[in-house]
């Protein structure tokens, strides 16, 4: 299976964005899905999780009422939603894809290209 994502871009603190990984070779929903972000000089970080039907979601604390993810398995793409975001949120995103759940960087065997976030002061 292949990830695509995109949505990534330049946005003051305060605003949002909304991310998207397109899913190719595969089914959506044959897969559970998590977003991960890896800062400059930082290892990379859980960031949301999301089960294979959408009914679980699985956050990061530092994440946790600002950012929201969902997937919509009918056209193969997986969202996260950002907002209030802050300038420690600035990284690059990834998003992810495994057969069996998890919210670690070890649990997931398909990873996207990444798309930069850059939040502004």
């Known amino acids: 299976v292949q990830l695509q994502a995109s949505g990534g871009g330049l946005v003051q603190a305060g605003g949002s964005l909304r991310l998207s990984c397109a899913v190719s070779g595969g089914t959506l929903s044959s897969y559970f899905m998590g977003w991960f972000r890896q800062a400059p000089g930082k290892e990379r970080e859980f960031v949301a999780a999301?089960?294979?039907?959408?009914?679980?979601?699985y956050y990061a604390d530092s994440v946790k009422g600002r950012f929201t993810i969902s997937r919509d398995n009918a056209n193969n793409t997986l969202l996260l939603q950002m907002d209030s975001l802050k300038t420690e949120d600035t990284a690059i995103y990834y998003c992810?894809?495994?057969?069996?759940?998890?919210?670690?960087?070890?649990?997931?065997?398909?990873w996207g290209q990444g798309t930069l976030v850059t939040v502004s002061s």
């Open positions: 992810a894809a495994n057969r069996d759940s998890g919210i670690r960087y070890s649990d997931y065997a398909y």
């Open positions: 999301i089960g294979r039907r959408g009914g679980s979601t």
